[in-house]
């Protein structure tokens, strides 16, 4: 049967095959113990009769993985086996288990943090974009799918180049934009912020800055917030800032 080492740092059944599982339990305490207390190789355990899984041999195989034992594979013989014998191949099976496990953890762990990036991307207002230096995006969120309408084609082949094809006709001046982005590809540790004019009156902030991974610039972040209406607020108080003098002089002269 096969013990996984849990949470609590104790071993607990995970699988069993002909052995009862109540007669696996009690054996998986005694044996955590002998384990812990190893040098890390197998351990045999003779197990006389009227004892848990009685007459015969026990072999503790521990699943060493990279950083941790994972677990144990305990193999129950009647018999002295020779093949259980051999503890060089016993450990050899024991740790490729053990790397398996270790891996499949870290798999997990790494889907749950991507899983909460995602999440945390696409709660955000603004439109995000990731692009590495070789041009091909590695991460976007949905508020930038929508900002730029860009076809799912476009966004399937992860080329920026083909994404910034798509999204020039809808600004007011694509040569400006194009203009910009060239010059931030073109020096990675740059940042910058401007304002982008839509053909449709939209009003976009654009934030751009380096993509760092141990200090060493290997792509850029893109920023996009949408602040139209902001824009029109401000518009419409400086014009009427405007209107209260001619007011006033109107005033006066009646």
Partial sequence: FVALRGPDGRLHLAATSSVGGGSAESVIASADQLVAG???????????????????????????????????????????????????LLLAIGSAFGLSLENLAHRDELSETLSLLSATLDSTADGILVVDRAGQIQSFNRKFVEMWQIPEDVLEAKDDEAVL?????????????????????????????????????RVIERLSMPQRVGGEAVGRVWSFRDVTARQRAEDALQASERALPAQHVEHLGA
């Fill in 165 to 201: 094809t798509s999204v020039v006709n809808h600004l007011a001046d694509p040569e400006e934009f194009l203009s910009k982005v060239r010059e931030l590809y073109a020096n990675p540790e740059a940042d910058s912020y401007d304002v982008l004019h839509f053909k449709d009156g």
């Fill in 38 to 88: 190893g040098d890390g190789g197998v351990t045999r355990i003779d197990m006389p009769a009227g004892t848990p899984l009685g007459p015969g041999h026990l072999v503790l195989v521990p699943m060493a993985g990279l950083q941790s034992t994972v677990g144990l594979i305990v193999i129950v013989s009647r018999t002295r086996v020779k093949d259980l014998q051999d503890d060089q």
